[in-house]
C-alpha cells in the first residue's frame, strides 16, 4: 500500500494533503506540504514516524512554528504538528510538560501552583519543545537554567536524558 493510502486510512490522526504551511507558520509564508498530520497521543507520533522511516518519506515535527521557514516550493513530506500533545502535570514534586505545549502555559501553570523561575521567558511564543531545542532564553535566562530532563521518542521506546537538547515528549523541571 503506498504511503497516502496508508495515512488515509488511519483514524488516530487528522490527515491533510498538500497543507498550506503559510496556515502554520508565524511569518505567514510558504508551500503546501505534501502530507501533513494533527495528532494528540505519543501512540500516534510513533505511529506515523515509522510509516514515514518504513516509507522513506522524510518527515519534521513542528509545534507552534513561530521558528520555521517552509520554503515556497513546500515540503514534499510529512509534517507532524504536536500542538495537541500540550499535556503539563505534576509527578511526584516534578513538573512535567509535553512537546506541544505552549511555553506561556507552562509558566501560568508554574504560577498558579506557586512555583517561579521561568517567568523571565514570559512571551517568547514557543512550544516547550522549541524552547528546549533553540535554549530560549531572555534577560539572562535560558530554559536549561531551570531544566533537569528530557525525555524522548526514539525507535518506539522512551529514552532518558538529563540537560540535553533533543526533540521533547515530557521535560522535567525542579520545584523551587
Do not use: W
Amino acid at each position: 500500500m503506498c504511503f497516502k493510502s496508508t495515512l488515509e486510512h488511519l483514524t488516530n490522526a487528522k490527515i491533510h494533503f498538500d497543507m498550506p504551511m503559510r496556515k502554520h507558520t508565524s511569518l505567514c509564508v510558504g508551500g503546501s506540504a505534501r502530507y501533513y498530520a494533527e495528532i494528540d497521543s505519543l501512540y500516534s507520533l510513533n505511529q506515523l514516524i515509522c510509516l514515514a522511516n518504513e516509507h522513506k518519506v522524510n518527515y519534521k515535527v513542528i509545534g507552534n512554528g513561530t521558528n520555521i521557514l517552509v520554503s515556497d516550493l513546500g515540503f514534499d513530506g510529512l509534517i507532524i504538528d504536536i500542538k495537541r500533545l500540550n499535556d503539563i502535570f505534576f509527578k511526584q514534586n516534578d513538573v512535567r510538560a509535553m512537546a506541544g505545549a505552549k511555553l506561556d502555559k507552562l509558566i501560568k501553570f508554574m504560577h498558579s501552583n506557586g512555583l517561579t523561575g521561568l517567568e523571565e521567558l514570559s512571551g517568547i511564543p514557543a512550544t516547550v519543545g522549541g524552547a528546549i531545542v533553540m535554549n530560549a532564553g531572555a534577560f539572562k535566562h535560558n530554559i536549561s537554567d531551570h531544566l533537569v530532563s528530557v525525555e524522548t521518542l526514539s525507535d518506539g521506546k522512551i529514552k532518558f536524558y538529563n540537560k540535553k537538547r533533543a526533540f521533547t515528549l515530557f521535560v522535567l523541571f525542579k520545584r523551587n
